[in-house]
């Protein structure tokens, strides 16, 4: 029987300032009944996972509005300062005025992997040609782009397989993570690592127990990509406990090198080939 390797990497993590992390889980039980049972600032979040067995964390933040963005990225490289094996997807708004020199500093961290966008929170496309820009940027810089573009657990008009298909097709190298396996769209997504060789997806949110729908394809796809995908856990903002989705995953009894690679080794060789370490 398959089994977990013996180091974990999470590539789906949050943190924040401990009062955007209070707004955050307020407004989610506010907008959509979500009871996060997980209520950890984010010192307890690493300290929680890093005793859970996670070896290095992934997280990212974003803003949800313009004129956060600076703030809320100092906050990162603070703490970023403070902890080895722990990176960041960071925070960016296109209407900030200077935007594209706080990614450019930025970038110049190793521990800083990319950018998130947040498109069904900060409510603009993936193929907005104010983005255009940083995706150069980032391309150039050997960077990433964590997107979450698909319309699940839940979605809006400007997520969906259509709009990022068109940001790729703008964009074909680009480096672009696609948070939940793109849920719901999950057919389209893993069809697109075919034609996307920068591409990844993660599986934050894709594994819940019962009565939560999930990845639906089988285990053919998920075999076919084994290269191409990167766990991820949404600690802290769950409404299941972390460990569900790691058990529903160890459930469906896929091959060794399916866990391996995707709990560890795909994220190992992500970042040794971003920090060159």
């Not at 984010?42 to 964390?57: K, M, N, P, Q, T």
């Not at 839940?154 to 948070?179: C, D, I, Q, S, W």
């Not at 019962?210 to 766990?231: D, F, M, Q, T, V």
């Amino acid at each position: 029987m398959a089994a977990l390797p013996g180091k974990i990497i999470d590539f789906h993590v949050h943190l924040f300032p401990d009062k955007l992390f209070d707004a955050i889980w307020a407004s989610f039980l506010k907008n959509y009944n979500w009871d996060i049972i997980h209520k950890y600032y984010y010192a307890e979040c690493i300290s929680r996972l890093r005793d859970g067995g996670i070896d290095a964390i992934v997280y990212s933040n974003y803003a949800h509005r313009a004129g956060i963005a600076e703030d809320l990225n100092r906050w990162n490289e603070k703490i970023l300062s403070e902890h080895n094996n722990l990176y960041c997807f960071a925070a960016y708004h296109p209407d900030d005025e200077a935007a594209l020199e706080m990614a450019k500093r930025l970038l110049e961290n190793p521990q800083v992997l990319g950018f998130k966008l947040q498109l069904l929170v900060q409510n603009f496309y993936p193929h907005d040609e104010r983005l255009f820009p940083l995706y150069e940027m980032v391309i150039r810089k050997n960077k990433r782009i964590l997107f979450h573009a698909g319309t699940g657990p839940v979605g809006n008009k400007y997520v969906g397989l259509e709009h990022f298909t068109r940001a790729m097709e703008k964009f074909p190298e680009l480096p672009a993570n696609v948070a939940h396996l793109g849920a719901h769209e999950y057919r389209g997504f893993m069809d697109m690592l075919d034609r996307y060789p920068a591409m990844y997806l993660d599986t934050a949110f894709s594994f819940l127990p019962e009565p939560y729908a999930g990845y639906n394809l089988g285990p053919e796809y998920l075999e076919k990509h084994k290269s191409r995908i990167l766990y991820g856990s949404d600690f802290p903002n769950l409404i299941t406990p972390r460990e569900a989705e790691i058990n529903n995953l160890l459930k469906l009894n896929l091959s060794q090198e399916f866990y391996n690679g995707v709990f560890y080794d795909n994220g190992n060789t992500l970042i040794r080939s971003i920090t060159g370490k």
